[in-house]
């Protein structure tokens, strides 16, 4: 097992009469890239901030690398922020800019003046060295942000929502770059966002947040697959989700009869013929065919959205509507037909821990 | 923890904590407690309470120099509104860096003193001054016109200290308009004056309010003024306080109407804030 | 059509700046006026200019008045810039309170201020002079400071405040290396406003000053009542000149940044 580098304990936050974390818990390892994901205002930030110390901690502790740093200022906590919009100092060349906190360090001149310069190599920004924020583009400042932030070689790297500025080609190019600087680095990345396909792409765990609580922390692809509740199955990518009562159940297999008629088999697990089961399935998951097969259920295509490389079908089952997407979507046409089948493999069913 | 956080606080706070109390609040509580008191008429207060100074200042006498003061500040506030709109408006034709200069060229007089320049008046208005002799040797008129020791002088005199007052709220308001409304105004074919009636002014009437403190509260206060170009004739309520402190000594009364100022200053700012002006930005230039 | 609009609205700001000028510039005439009255331009003269300086009591005006502005700007401009920062920054019992009281010395007219610290100080049993006189331009210029310096803090200074704290800098190495430089433009127009406000002041002064003090309003508004000599315009000259020639220098700076934001 890896080694706990960061540890929330009963993490508390107030604002006034507001409770934004509650009693939350979190171990982040050494080494790794986690992603506090969720909904603006669902305390992610607050999160952030209280591991770097620029906000007061309620109740519960913060320790960092063994050592309890709650109570410490954040100029004192060996960890290191990349904000929003960079907050690049606007008076100072980017090489000042990334000389601050070693200044503030009183690291010696000539180690200091080496660790700028590999920090400005790792972020590729040579021959910018004297220029001002304001003489650099959006990518450019976030480099020398970065930069900013490594250059004291703190094992903790806070990033909060620091790609959010950008745009959507510069965005997904720091992504891969972030998460290459990451590991080279070897440092613990704790990334805030809000935007999924980030948290997706760049995470080795993710934390789902929610009104101040973590929904479910686990790794990209177990957060998409095996969502543990429903919150976490709509907020990370397309979900049909839909609650309906076991009415059979044999050895290996059981039905889930949902609304409108559409009875779905799936694996057993200890189910009880009455239990009310909520299920989600992902839009990619469906078969689809114009001929009836067995057990398949009718519904009209209501609408055809094409969206480059899938197309989207809203299908419409009785009073239900069933979001389905697709790779090739020709064969079919807004009003017509469509025989659905969902394998049972691809029904998630939520309230399952045993996995 | 905290040692180092709290006394950056306690270095940049404490300062202007006590610099509100005793510069600001304890002069106005004491001169409201003075407002309760009664002269002895040598020059002396006798501490007991009464609202006389209060009663006094609703007598004939004193409500005609409060009328006389309001009306002086009220004319000139008009003209200094009817000088710094067009003044703003056509400054805006200019670059930013002339526009910026031009607004530092209304500053410098100020940083002469306001009663030299005022004296710079009596030299241009008196029976022969500058304005007098030119006009009579231009034959435009015969006799000597009567521009000073009255109303006129009084009224030029403030117009004249307190425009750049008007002139830079005012600028400050028209600087920040959209310039592609007034283009698209234009173009939809309404006249200047609609223009100007129903989108400049509608858009900078805080600013134009902002200007009207700064040029009225100091208008009814500016004793020198009325002292220097009124030839101390003329008492605006600016005189009647300087005179109660300083000649007649009857600091209650003065104190009264001290109070009394300071209730319809508080009064005009309430009027300001509902018209959606901002607080902070009264008397930043 | 188009070209003499534009030549009116010329016309009207020319007028504008005249009419500001004016008064001054009939001073600056009339300081090179061999006649002692400043009512008929006789032929021209410098004497008056060196008369100036054999005036020793209208130089220790002049001295005084320097000395006060001086003074009182760099308190308030101290004060208030800390208190500005602090204000923004902290929260404490009675915060408001203390906001609302700043706003009071720029709101009331400036006679009431004069005569409620003139009682004050009174009260106190303080010596009308050079002390009170500084003590009053303080007090009514620091609230002018707060306003332009809290005008330049934003949201944005409070994150790149966070940062260098983040990046392990004191409280105290946040102010001078951060906010210092970024609310510089505020501060330094707070300065000028209060050195401005100073040198103007009139009301303020004539309550506060007391009998035995010289400072050039009170020097002046004696003259007045018995006639002005003409090293008084000389010495309003000498002040435009050195005025003009500071902000001339300030104007160019300025224009030069603004051309450098464009080029960039």
Same mark, same amino acid.
């Given at each position: 097992?890896?080694?706990?580098?960061?540890?929330?304990?009963?993490?508390?936050?107030?604002?006034?009469?507001?409770?934004?974390?509650?009693?939350?818990?979190?171990?982040? *390892?050494? =080494?790794?890239?986690?992603?506090?994901?969720?909904?603006?205002?669902?305390?992610?930030?607050?999160?952030?901030?209280?591991?770097?110390?620029?906000?007061?901690?309620?109740?519960?502790?913060?320790?960092?690398?063994?050592?309890?740093?709650?109570?410490?200022?954040?100029?004192?906590?060996?960890?290191?922020?990349?904000?929003?919009?960079?907050?690049?100092?606007?008076?100072?060349?980017?090489?000042?800019?990334?000389?601050? =906190?070693?200044?503030?360090?009183?690291?010696?001149?000539?180690?200091?003046?080496?660790?700028?310069?590999?920090?400005?190599?790792?972020?590729?920004?040579?021959?910018?060295?004297?220029?001002?924020?304001?003489?650099?583009?959006?990518?450019?400042?976030?480099?020398?942000?970065?930069?900013?932030?490594?250059?004291?070689?703190?094992?903790?790297?806070?990033?909060?929502?620091?790609?959010?500025?950008?745009?959507?080609?510069?965005?997904?190019?720091?992504?891969?770059?972030?998460?290459?600087?990451?590991?080279?680095?070897?440092?613990?990345?704790? *990334?805030?966002?809000?935007?999924?396909?980030?948290?997706?792409?760049?995470?080795?765990?993710?934390?789902?947040?929610?009104?101040?609580?973590?929904?479910?922390?686990?790794?990209?692809?177990?957060?998409?697959?095996?969502?543990?509740?429903?919150?976490?199955?709509?907020?990370?990518?397309?979900?049909?989700?839909?609650?309906?009562?076991?009415?059979?159940?044999?050895?290996?297999?059981?039905?889930?009869?949902?609304?409108?008629?559409?009875?779905?088999?799936?694996?057993?697990?200890? *189910?009880?013929?009455?239990?009310?089961?909520?299920?989600?399935?992902?839009?990619?998951?469906?078969?689809?065919?114009?001929?009836?097969?067995?057990?398949?259920?009718? =519904?009209?295509?209501?609408?055809?959205?094409?969206? =480059?490389?899938?197309?989207?079908?809203?299908?419409?089952?009785?009073?239900?509507?069933?979001?389905?997407?697709?790779?090739?979507?020709?064969?079919?046409?807004?009003?017509?037909?469509?025989?659905?089948?969902?394998?049972?493999?691809?029904?998630?069913?939520?309230?399952?821990?045993?996995? | 923890?905290?040692?180092?956080?709290?006394?950056?606080?306690?270095?940049?706070?404490?300062?202007?904590?006590?610099?509100?109390?005793?510069?600001?609040?304890?002069?106005?509580?004491?001169?409201?407690?003075?407002?309760?008191?009664?002269?002895?008429?040598?020059?002396?207060?006798?501490?007991?309470?009464?609202?006389?100074?209060?009663?006094?200042?609703?007598?004939?006498?004193?409500?005609?120099?409060?009328?006389?003061?309001?009306?002086?500040?009220?004319?000139?506030?008009?003209?200094?509104?009817?000088?710094?709109?067009?003044?703003?408006?056509?400054?805006?034709?200019?670059?930013?860096?002339?526009?910026?200069?031009?607004?530092?060229?209304?500053?410098?007089?100020?940083?002469?003193?306001?009663?030299?320049?005022?004296?710079?008046?009596?030299?241009?208005?008196?029976?022969?001054?500058?304005?007098?002799?030119?006009?009579?040797?231009?034959?435009?008129?015969?006799?000597?016109?009567?521009?000073?020791?009255?109303?006129?002088?009084?009224?030029?005199?403030?117009?004249?200290?307190?425009?750049?007052?008007?002139?830079?709220?005012?600028?400050?308001?028209?600087?920040?308009?959209?310039?592609?409304?007034?283009?698209?105004?234009?173009?939809?074919?309404?006249?200047?004056?609609?223009?100007?009636?129903?989108?400049?002014?509608?858009?900078?009437?805080?600013?134009?309010?902002?200007?009207?403190?700064?040029?009225?509260?100091?208008?009814?206060?500016?004793?020198?003024?009325?002292?220097?170009?009124?030839?101390?004739?003329?008492?605006?309520?600016?005189?009647?306080?300087?005179?109660?402190?300083?000649?007649?000594?009857?600091?209650?009364?003065?104190?009264?109407?001290?109070?009394?100022?300071?209730?319809?200053?508080?009064?005009?700012?309430?009027?300001?804030?509902?018209?959606?002006?901002?607080?902070?930005?009264?008397?930043?230039? | 059509?188009?070209?003499?609009?534009?030549?009116?609205?010329?016309?009207?700001?020319?007028?504008?700046?005249?009419?500001?000028?004016?008064?001054?510039a009939v001073l600056v005439i009339y300081s090179f006026n061999k006649a002692k009255t400043n009512i008929v331009f006789t032929g021209f003269t410098t004497k008056w200019y060196t008369e100036l300086f054999k005036n020793r009591d209208l130089l220790e005006a002049f001295i005084n008045t320097i000395i006060i502005a001086v003074t009182s700007t760099v308190t308030s401009t101290v004060i208030g810039t800390t208190a500005a920062v602090g204000l923004y920054k902290y929260k404490f019992l009675?915060?408001?309170?203390?906001?609302?009281?700043?706003?009071?010395?720029?709101?009331?007219?400036?006679?009431?201020?004069?005569?409620?610290?003139?009682?004050?100080?009174?009260?106190?049993?303080?010596?009308?002079?050079?002390?009170?006189?500084?003590?009053?331009? %303080?007090?009514?210029?620091?609230?002018?400071?707060?306003?332009?310096?809290?005008?330049?803090?934003?949201?944005?200074?409070?994150?790149?405040?966070?940062?260098?704290?983040?990046?392990?800098?004191?409280?105290?190495?946040?102010?001078?290396?951060?906010?210092?430089?970024?609310?510089?433009?505020?501060?330094?127009?707070?300065?000028?406003?209060?050195?401005?406000?100073?040198?103007?002041?009139?009301?303020?002064?004539?309550?506060?000053?007391?009998?035995?003090?010289?400072?050039?309003?009170?020097?002046?508004?004696?003259?007045?009542?018995?006639?002005?000599?003409?090293?008084?315009?000389?010495?309003?000259?000498?002040?435009?000149?050195?005025? %003009?020639?500071?902000?001339? %220098?300030?104007?160019?700076?300025?224009?030069?940044?603004?051309?450098?934001?464009?080029?960039?």
């Amino acid at each position: 097992m890896k080694r706990v580098l960061v540890e929330l304990k009963n993490l508390s936050k107030k604002f006034g009469k507001e409770h934004v974390i509650k009693d939350l818990n979190l171990d982040i *390892y050494e =080494g790794e890239f986690l992603t506090l994901l969720g909904p603006s205002g669902c305390g992610k930030t607050t999160i952030l901030r209280m591991i770097s110390g620029l906000e007061k901690v309620t109740s519960g502790k913060v320790i960092i690398d063994g050592k309890d740093v709650t109570d410490i200022v954040p100029a004192k906590r060996e960890v290191n922020t990349i904000f929003q919009n960079f907050a690049l100092f606007p008076h100072m060349t980017v090489w000042d800019n990334i000389d601050f =906190g070693l200044k503030m360090h009183k690291v010696p001149r000539t180690e200091a003046d080496k660790r700028i310069k590999d920090a400005i190599n790792l972020v590729k920004l040579k021959g910018f060295e004297n220029r001002k924020p304001d003489e650099l583009s959006g990518g450019q400042q976030q480099r020398v942000a970065i930069a900013r932030g490594i250059v004291l070689n703190h094992k903790v790297l806070l990033l909060d929502e620091s790609l959010a500025s950008l745009d959507l080609k510069l965005k997904r190019e720091m992504q891969i770059e972030l998460k290459k600087i990451q590991k080279q680095l070897g440092i613990t990345f704790i *990334y805030v966002t809000h935007d999924q396909d980030e948290a997706l792409t760049m995470s080795d765990r993710i934390a789902i947040i929610n009104n101040g609580t973590v929904e479910q922390i686990d790794t990209p692809e177990n957060i998409y697959r095996k969502p543990h509740t429903k919150f976490v199955a709509d907020f990370i990518g397309e979900a049909n989700i839909l609650t309906g009562k076991i009415t059979k159940v044999s050895e290996n297999e059981a039905v889930v009869s949902l609304p409108d008629n559409m009875d779905l088999t799936i694996d057993n697990k200890n *189910y009880q013929v009455g239990e009310e089961k909520t299920v989600v399935i992902r839009p990619e998951c469906f078969d689809i065919s114009s001929i009836e097969s067995l057990d398949s259920f009718k =519904g009209v295509v209501k609408e055809y959205i094409y969206d =480059g490389m899938i197309t989207k079908l809203i299908v419409q089952k009785d009073n239900t509507e069933l979001r389905i997407n697709l790779m090739d979507a020709s064969s079919f046409k807004e009003g017509s037909d469509v025989y659905l089948k969902v394998p049972k493999k691809y029904i998630i069913v939520l309230g399952d821990k045993n996995e | 923890m905290n040692k180092k956080l709290d006394l950056f606080k306690n270095i940049s706070l404490w300062p202007v904590v006590i610099y509100s109390f005793v510069l600001i609040l304890l002069p106005l509580l004491y001169i409201l407690f003075l407002s309760f008191c009664e002269t002895d008429y040598v020059g002396g207060i006798n501490y007991h309470f009464s609202i006389v100074n209060y009663l006094t200042i609703i007598d004939s006498t004193y409500l005609l120099i409060f009328a006389k003061s309001a009306l002086i500040g009220i004319i000139t506030t008009l003209i200094c509104l009817v000088i710094a709109y067009p003044f703003a408006i056509f400054l805006m034709d200019k670059k930013e860096e002339v526009r910026n200069a031009l607004i530092k060229l209304v500053m410098i007089p100020f940083l002469t003193n306001s009663l030299i320049r005022t004296y710079g008046w009596i030299v241009l208005l008196r029976k022969n001054g500058i304005i007098n002799n030119g006009l009579t040797s231009l034959n435009i008129i015969k006799e000597p016109l009567s521009l000073m020791y009255n109303n006129i002088g009084i009224i030029i005199g403030m117009v004249y200290t307190l425009l750049p007052f008007m002139i830079l709220p005012v600028y400050a308001a028209v600087n920040k308009l959209d310039p592609n409304l007034i283009k698209a105004a234009k173009d939809l074919g309404a006249n200047k004056f609609h223009v100007f009636k129903d989108i400049i002014f509608k858009e900078t009437i805080s600013g134009a309010f902002n200007g009207s403190l700064m040029v009225f509260i100091p208008a009814i206060g500016y004793f020198f003024i009325s002292d220097i170009l009124g030839g101390g004739k003329q008492m605006i309520i600016g005189n009647l306080i300087k005179d109660q402190f300083l000649t007649a000594r009857n600091w209650p009364f003065g104190s009264a109407i001290s109070i009394f100022l300071i209730i319809v200053t508080f009064l005009l700012v309430r009027v300001y804030k509902k018209i959606g002006g901002n607080i902070d930005e009264l008397g930043g230039m | 059509m188009e070209h003499k609009n534009k030549f009116l609205r010329n016309l009207f700001i020319i007028l504008v700046f005249i009419f500001l000028y004016l008064p001054i510039a009939v001073l600056v005439i009339y300081s090179f006026n061999k006649a002692k009255t400043n009512i008929v331009f006789t032929g021209f003269t410098t004497k008056w200019y060196t008369e100036l300086f054999k005036n020793r009591d209208l130089l220790e005006a002049f001295i005084n008045t320097i000395i006060i502005a001086v003074t009182s700007t760099v308190t308030s401009t101290v004060i208030g810039t800390t208190a500005a920062v602090g204000l923004y920054k902290y929260k404490f019992l009675g915060k408001n309170f203390v906001n609302k009281l700043l706003y009071i010395p720029i709101i009331i007219p400036e006679i009431v201020l004069g005569i409620a610290l003139l009682s004050v100080y009174t009260l106190m049993n303080l010596n009308l002079g050079m002390f009170t006189l500084i003590l009053s331009h %303080i007090a009514f210029s620091i609230p002018f400071v707060i306003t332009s310096v809290r005008s330049t803090l934003s949201d944005t200074t409070k994150k790149i405040e966070e940062a260098a704290e983040d990046l392990g800098a004191s409280k105290f190495k946040v102010f001078k290396e951060i906010t210092l430089p970024l609310i510089r433009p505020g501060v330094i127009s707070g300065a000028t406003l209060a050195f401005t406000l100073s040198m103007d002041d009139v009301v303020i002064s004539y309550f506060t000053a007391g009998p035995g003090s010289n400072t050039l309003p009170l020097k002046i508004y004696s003259m007045i009542k018995t006639g002005i000599t003409p090293d008084v315009n000389a010495l309003t000259s000498l002040m435009l000149l050195t005025v %003009i020639i500071i902000l001339t %220098i300030s104007i160019i700076y300025q224009s030069r940044k603004i051309r450098k934001k464009v080029v960039a």
